[in-house]
């Protein structure tokens, strides 16, 4: 049986949607009190060392300790200097490490800014040590974040070399995580191979007991599956059922708050049961199109049958960079062994 079938009343509390354009944060009790709305950034806290940034593209978490300051995402460049002066607010304590969860522009834009905003917790005599790079904040993420973030040859970079990860692991090379220990806690970054891209991490705080899903979860919209970035739909049910197993809900007492608290990629928080309703939601729409493709049935032919009944209203959306057809046809791809892969 999947973990995580037990449902906790506790999704009552989370009813407090804050709408952020097209994402929003949800707050409980103690949480309210740390709520900011400046600049059009909400500053939600999550944790007492635990926040999250809202409205500067990709959501952002920011954790707060004795060491300095965890930055997970760091929203898009035009937003960079509003979210500086947010965390400013929220401590002096300097930038130790940035993480990025993927290489979309609005988990990455930030990245100069902040890292040139931190200072290095040790000398390393590397590239953040030499001239320009004196003092900054170190970023971290998965090789390919760095591969995509750097210019391929013979074309102009996209992203300038302040911006690039300065650590990376490789699942390439079997490193399938990475660990900090920083604030007198474990930090755990997490491959999810073949996901949203070929090159996500989950980010699990674990004494603050949060986690970071990057896009693996957007409660916004269908997830976004990059398919010229190596996503599929089966990677994103695989990565849920990781959170899955990393969170746990506020059993037995389920009239109190407590449990796991998840930071999607975009939209509000969730605990354990929310993952489980938006895996259950994939894995559903996954078995529609996978059933159709058995039957013959062509791409046409499934967009017809409309897999995503049930789910629409919620998540879809027939406008935008991304459509309820583009989803589907993402979907159909990714179980099409001619046109998609498996992880």
């Known amino acids: 049986m999947l973990k995580g079938v037990v449902r906790s009343s506790t999704t009552r509390v989370l009813a407090s949607v804050v709408l952020l354009g097209a994402s929003g944060a949800v707050g409980t009790g103690q949480e309210k009190s740390a709520e900011q709305a400046v600049g059009g950034l909400e500053v939600l806290q999550v944790r ?21 300051v965890v930055v997970v995402d760091t929203g898009t460049a035009e937003r960079a200097e509003q979210v500086v002066a947010e965390i400013r607010k929220l401590t002096p304590r300097a930038i ?29 005599g590397g590239l953040n040590e030499i001239g320009a790079f004196v ?19 013979g074309q102009e970079a996209a ?35 073949a996901a949203h ?34 996503g599929t739909i089966q990677g994103l049910i695989h990565s849920l059922n990781r959170i899955i197993e990393l969170t746990v809900p506020p059993v037995p007492l389920t009239w109190q708050e407590g449990g796991t608290t998840v930071i999607p990629g975009h939209g509000r928080l969730c605990e354990e049961a929310e993952v489980v309703d938006y895996r259950d939601m994939l894995t559903i729409i996954r078995d529609r199109v996978q059933d159709s493709i058995k039957k013959g049935l062509t791409l046409e032919q499934v967009q017809k049958t409309n897999p995503t009944q049930g789910y629409r209203r919620r998540y879809g959306s027939d406008s935008g960079s991304w459509t309820t057809q583009m989803f589907v046809e993402a979907v159909y791809k990714s179980l099409t062994p001619k046109t998609g892969s498996r992880p």
Not at 48 to 68: E, F, L, S, W
């Open 159 to 193: 992203f300038s070399t302040g911006a690039l990860p300065t650590h990376t692991y490789s699942a390439a090379l079997r490193e399938l995580q990475k660990d900090v220990f920083l604030n007198g806690q474990a930090v755990q970054i997490s491959y999810q191979p």
């Open 48 to 68: 007492p060392d635990v926040y999250m940034i809202a409205g500067a593209g990709a959501n952002i978490a920011v954790q707060i300790g004795q060491d300095g």
């Open 135 to 153: 003092g900054r904040a170190p970023i971290i993420a998965e090789e390919r974040v760095l591969a995509r973030m750097g210019a391929p040859q």
């Open 96 to 124: 130790r490490y940035i993480i990025n969860t993927s290489a979309d522009a609005d988990h990455v834009g930030g990245n100069e800014r902040l890292s040139a905003a931190g200072r290095s917790i040790i000398p390393t």
């Open 197 to 230: 891209t070929d090159g996500d991490s989950v980010v699990f705080f674990r004494r603050s007991d949060v986690v970071v899903a990057g896009d693996v979860m957007d409660t916004t919209r269908f997830p976004m599956i990059d398919l010229s970035k190596g």
